[in-house]
């Protein structure tokens, strides 16, 4: 059992910055790549980033150089930093966990993550 408790949002005005955090305990020696998906109301879950085990890290492409992901020692903390950040943007963020090893094109996709996190509201405002 791997339990994700994420931290850091809140709100920010366009052009911003925000840091995220995801604390994960229990079993993390069992989970391969971790990563960061958001869902805005009435839309699909998004996959934000991921990392995996290599430390290969895949952003989807609406957050590509804005976003930046990193893993704490021991897969014991999961960060997200975000720049310049847009009104579309806002989002709950989540933090995932997989049970096995994925590929990059896989790694962005939200049904191949085991463990989730409750979540963290971001809202940008302009």
């Known amino acids: 059992q791997v339990d994700l408790v994420e931290s850091g949002g809140g709100s920010v005005q366009a052009g911003g910055s925000l840091s995220l955090a995801c604390a994960a305990s229990?079993?993390?020696?069992?989970?391969?790549?971790m990563a960061w998906f958001r869902q805005a109301p009435g839309k699909e879950r998004e996959g934000v980033a991921a990392?995996?085990?290599?430390?290969?890290?895949v952003y989807g492409d609406s957050v590509k150089g804005r976003f930046i992901i990193s893993q704490g020692h021991a897969k014991n903390g999961l960060y997200l930093q975000m720049n310049s950040l847009k009104r579309e943007d806002t989002a709950l963020y989540y933090c995932?966990?997989?049970?096995?090893?994925?590929?990059?094109?896989?790694?962005?996709?939200?049904?191949?993550?085991?463990?989730w996190g409750q979540g963290t509201q971001v809202t940008v405002s302009s």
């Open positions: 229990g079993d993390t020696w069992a989970t391969y790549s």
């Open positions: 995932a966990a997989a049970r096995v090893a994925l590929t990059p094109i896989r790694s962005l996709e939200a049904d191949r993550y085991y463990y």
């Open positions: 990392i995996g085990n290599d430390g290969r890290v």
